[in-house]
C-alpha cells in the first residue's frame, strides 16, 4: 500500500518518475515530484487492513497494488482533516491464478495446435501450442467446472471441476479427440 499526498489532481506519474512503482519497496519512506509527495508504504495484514498514522491534514491517494490480481493496481483518495481519524473506502483486488492442460488429437503428441479452451460463460481462455498444452493466465480465483474446447466448427462442451487459488496453477486432465469427432 503507498500513500501519497496530493494536490488532488496528480498522483500515478510520480511513482514512475521516483523509479518506485514497485509494490515490494516498503523501505523508502518519501520521494516528492512537483506537487505530490509519496508519504509512505506499509504492507496489508492477513485479512487486507493497513494503516498510516502522524499525517498531517491534506489530500492523499493510497495506491493498493499487486502483479497477482486482476487489476494490477487500485488506487482511493482519501482527505484527512487535522487531529481526526479516517477510514478510507475499501480498496479490492481480485486475486488470480492459472489453469493449465493439454489438448490431444489423435493420441498424438504433435499436431495439437489451435484449439482454443475457454472457460464456459466467460472470456477467459487460451490457444494450444503444438504439443496441445496450453495456459488460461489471469484467472480469477473460483471453482471452474465448464470448460469449452473450439476448434475450427467443432464445439466441445466439457465438465471437469477446478479450483484456481491466489498465484496458483491448476491442472486440468487431458482433453482427447479423434479426427472423426472433429
Same mark, same amino acid.
Do not use: H
Given at each position: #500500500?503507498? %500513500?501519497?499526498? =496530493?494536490?488532488?489532481?496528480?498522483?500515478?506519474?510520480? *511513482?514512475? &518518475?521516483?523509479?518506485?512503482? @514497485?509494490?515490494?519497496?516498503?523501505?523508502?519512506?518519501?520521494?516528492?515530484?512537483?506537487?505530490?509527495?509519496?508519504?509512505?508504504?506499509?504492507?496489508?495484514?492477513?485479512?487486507?487492513?493497513?494503516?498510516?498514522?502522524?499525517?498531517?491534514?491534506?489530500?492523499?491517494?493510497?495506491?493498493?497494488?499487486?502483479?497477482?490480481?486482476?487489476?494490477?493496481?487500485?488506487?482511493?483518495?482519501?482527505?484527512?482533516?487535522?487531529?481526526?481519524?479516517?477510514?478510507?473506502?475499501? #480498496?479490492? %483486488?481480485?486475486? =488470480?491464478?492459472?489453469?493449465?492442460?493439454?489438448?490431444? *488429437?489423435? &493420441?498424438?503428441?504433435?499436431? @495439437?495446435?489451435?484449439?482454443?479452451?475457454?472457460?464456459?460463460?466467460?472470456?477467459?481462455?487460451?490457444?494450444?501450442?503444438?504439443?496441445?498444452?496450453?495456459?488460461?493466465?489471469?484467472?480469477?480465483?473460483?471453482?471452474?467446472?465448464?470448460?469449452?474446447?473450439?476448434?475450427?466448427?467443432?464445439?466441445?462442451?466439457?465438465?471437469?471441476?477446478?479450483?484456481?487459488?491466489?498465484?496458483?496453477?491448476?491442472?486440468?486432465?487431458?482433453?482427447?479427440?479423434?479426427?472423426?469427432?472433429?
Amino acid at each position: #500500500i503507498t %500513500l501519497d499526498k =496530493t494536490d488532488g489532481l496528480r498522483t500515478a506519474a510520480v *511513482l514512475s &518518475e521516483a523509479g518506485l512503482y @514497485n509494490p515490494e519497496c516498503y523501505e523508502v519512506s518519501s520521494a516528492t515530484s512537483n506537487a505530490r509527495t509519496i508519504v509512505s508504504y506499509t504492507a496489508c495484514s492477513k485479512n487486507g487492513d493497513y494503516s498510516f498514522s502522524g499525517l498531517e491534514a491534506g489530500v492523499y491517494t493510497v495506491y493498493a497494488t499487486s502483479q497477482n490480481s486482476r487489476e494490477k493496481g487500485v488506487c482511493r483518495s482519501v482527505v484527512v482533516e487535522s487531529n481526526r481519524s479516517v477510514k478510507a473506502e475499501d #480498496i479490492k %483486488l481480485t486475486a =488470480t491464478g492459472s489453469i493449465k492442460g493439454k489438448v490431444i *488429437l489423435d &493420441e498424438t503428441e504433435t499436431g @495439437n495446435g489451435g484449439f482454443i479452451v475457454s472457460i464456459a460463460g466467460t472470456s477467459f481462455m487460451a490457444t494450444t501450442a503444438g504439443d496441445g498444452t496450453f495456459e488460461i493466465s489471469d484467472v480469477p480465483a473460483a471453482t471452474y467446472n465448464e470448460f469449452l474446447i473450439i476448434y475450427g466448427t467443432y464445439n466441445y462442451f466439457c465438465t471437469e471441476e477446478v479450483t484456481v487459488t491466489p498465484d496458483g496453477t491448476a491442472e486440468l486432465e487431458a482433453f482427447s479427440f479423434s479426427s472423426v469427432e472433429i
